[in-house]
């Protein structure tokens, strides 16, 4: 009887924890306003204001600019995140910055107009990924 209750425990444990886990959800990314046959673009997705500030994204990945468009479409864990994308025109693989910290290359992120300057803070850039999100459009900007 004590080995039947433990199983049953057991049992019940494992179907619980299951069924708690959360499951990815699928998003589509659209980054905006490329130069066609400009440069990779380089899109990368921060899951908290850590990783953000460290300049070190969860999921990152590289796109064609052969389009005025790039699409590509994601699996992550249902959550906020800050989304950014750039062009990367003389193909080094990085953001190239100019004078005061200003990007020379197109650059976009989540959360962002192009009106003045992107804010570092996660809180700000931040966009919720959920089942009812669906698809988010960065576009980018030349500063």
């Known amino acids: 009887m004590k080995k039947f209750i433990g199983l049953l425990f057991l049992l019940s444990f494992t179907a ?3 069924f708690s886990q959360s499951q990815n959800v699928s998003i589509t990314i659209e980054v905006t306003n490329l130069t066609v046959n400009g ?5 990368v997705l921060f899951s908290n204001a850590d990783s953000f500030r460290r300049e070190q994204p969860d999921f990152a990945f590289e796109l064609n600019d052969n389009s005025a468009v790039a699409v ?5 864990p249902p959550g906020d995140y800050v989304i950014s994308a750039f062009q990367d025109a003389n193909n080094n693989q990085k953001l190239d910055y100019g004078l005061f910290g200003i990007p020379k290359e197109l650059v976009g992120i989540s959360n962002y107009n192009g009106q003045g ?6 809180d ?3 966009i919720p990924l959920n089942s009812t999100t669906g698809r988010v459009s960065i576009r980018l900007y030349r500063f």
Do not use: H
């Not at 440069?39 to 899109?43: I, N, P, W």
């Not at 590509?72 to 992550?76: D, G």
């Not at 300057?117 to 996660?122: A, D, E, Q």
């Open 124 to 126: 700000r850039q931040k």
């Open 39 to 43: 440069g990779k673009v380089y899109l």
């Open 72 to 76: 590509q479409t994601v699996s992550v």
């Open 117 to 122: 300057f992107p804010s570092k803070n996660f």
């Open 16 to 18: 619980i924890n299951c």
